[in-house]
């Protein structure tokens, strides 16, 4: 069984990448929505001890709780210490049921795959890029988006040249998803390293 680590930054792409994984048949585990399901439940109690105010109704209010820990390095810290904590037991549960099912191969779709450390746990590492344009031209469209807030989220995490160099395969999506489709296939499957 080998595990693919899928990484890129903000709007390069990963979505749909992983719906092309997945019309394949090949499982993947998303951390983000992972952590969106883990606000509605059990994450929820957890942050709302630690940062009063951050929930309403149970759920974890996204806008409260980022007004909370913006610029605030030492409580963003804590918050990814609970958050983590609960992704890698899901990913854990994951791994356990695409073994238990003899997949052959699953992806983990991790956005911060080199900042965590979380490359040590998979056999090769993804990443999805597009050019900076086209990666600005897409994070903008999107609502609540402004340039300020996309350049905070760039300097949260690694440059994407920098991913790139890691990466054992590249999925460019700059050409669209057809072009990305068409040169992965040729690449594909990959050996063990």
Not at 44 to 60: M, R, Y
Request: net charge positive; glycine share 6%.
């Amino acid at each position: 069984m080998l595990f693919c680590g899928m990484t890129g930054s903000i709007a390069m792409g990963k979505s749909t990448t992983a719906a092309m994984f997945r019309r394949r048949g090949i499982p993947v585990h998303d951390a983000d929505a992972t952590v969106h399901r883990l606000y509605r439940g059990r994450a929820a109690p957890l942050i709302e001890a630690e940062f009063p105010g951050s929930t309403k109704d149970g759920v974890v209010d996204r806008a409260s709780l980022s007004a909370l820990v913006l610029n605030e390095p030492d409580r963003l810290a804590r918050l990814e210490e609970i958050v983590h904590a609960l992704v890698a037991e899901e990913e854990n549960r994951f791994r356990d049921a695409v073994r238990a099912r003899g997949d052959r191969l699953a992806v983990l779709d991790i956005p911060l795959l080199f900042e965590t450390g979380a490359d040590r746990r998979v056999d090769f590492s993804l990443v999805v890029t597009a050019d900076a344009a086209i990666q600005r031209n897409r994070v903008l469209k999107r609502l609540g988006m402004t340039p300020e807030k996309f350049q905070a989220i760039l300097d949260r995490q690694m440059p994407d040249a920098q991913k790139r160099r890691r990466a054992h395969f590249l999925i460019d999506t700059g050409l669209g998803i057809d072009a990305a489709t068409a040169r992965w296939a040729r690449s594909w499957p990959p050996s063990r390293r």
